[in-house]
């Protein structure tokens, strides 16, 4: 199972963009890379997921570079709300996802 | 939406009891899993399923056992609980095991405390 890196902790203020970035160096051809987001005492919620280039939705964008050993999540403007914890995982359906420790994002008012 | 629903948000066991978590999910998806989560260690997960009646033990199965009658639904269960299996429980689902993308749906949660 591919293992990913990703910072321990970030902080931002209220409104900038956030940038969290993870490493897979040993990801394979057919793995997906997926970003997932937990509030305390709740489970993991779903935000993004790619397979190359750059993909974006209501929430976040995930850019991709062409060797796919790494990853980017980009928040637009956070806010308070946006406290939390962030997973990077890469995977496919035939494999159990595996959750590190994850990025604890602090949005500071 | 997907929905993933546990039998219970707090449950407060003794020391040798047997537990049973229950997992629910409406939306035909072959693949369910269960994980815990304690502070500092992130998830881990204990077992998950393909399909109906399959398991596989996932990376700290030890002390616990699961069960897959029907699709919709997979159990946890504490063959004999233990004060280290204090923990938060956290089941999810996904589609299928040949589909690419493997978002997974999770469900809210188990506080089990084990005195």
């Known amino acids: 199972l591919a293992k990913t890196t990703q910072p321990i902790s970030m902080d931002s203020y209220e409104g900038q963009e956030v940038n969290i970035t993870c490493s897979h160096n040993n990801i394979a051809t057919n793995d997906y890379i997926t970003w997932y987001q937990q509030f305390p005492s709740q489970g993991p919620r779903f935000i993004i997921q790619?397979?190359?280039t750059k993909v974006t939705n209501e929430v976040a964008s995930l850019f991709i570079p062409a060797d796919r050993k790494s990853s980017t999540l980009s928040l637009p403007r956070v806010s308070l709300s946006d406290t939390a914890v962030y997973y990077c995982l890469v995977g496919r359906g035939n494999t159990p996802l595996v959750f590190g420790k994850g990025t604890r994002l602090s949005v500071i008012a | 939406d997907v929905k993933v629903t546990q039998s219970s948000r707090y449950l407060v066991k003794r020391t040798g009891e047997k537990v049973f978590l229950e997992c629910v999910q409406d939306?035909?998806?072959?693949?369910m899993f269960w994980y815990r989560q304690d502070p500092g260690l992130g998830l881990r997960l204990i077992y998950f399923?393909?399909?109906?009646?399959?398991?596989e033990k996932g990376d700290i199965p030890e002390g616990y056992s699961v069960s897959r009658e029907k699709k919709e639904r997979f159990s946890l269960i504490l063959e004999s609980a233990s004060t280290n299996q204090t923990s938060m429980y956290l089941c999810a689902s996904s589609l299928s095991r040949t589909s690419g993308k493997n978002e997974q749906f999770f469900g809210p949660g188990t506080r089990l405390t084990v005195l």
């Open positions: 399923s393909y399909d109906v009646k399959m398991k």
């Open positions: 790619g397979y190359k």
């Open positions: 939306m035909d998806h072959e693949n």
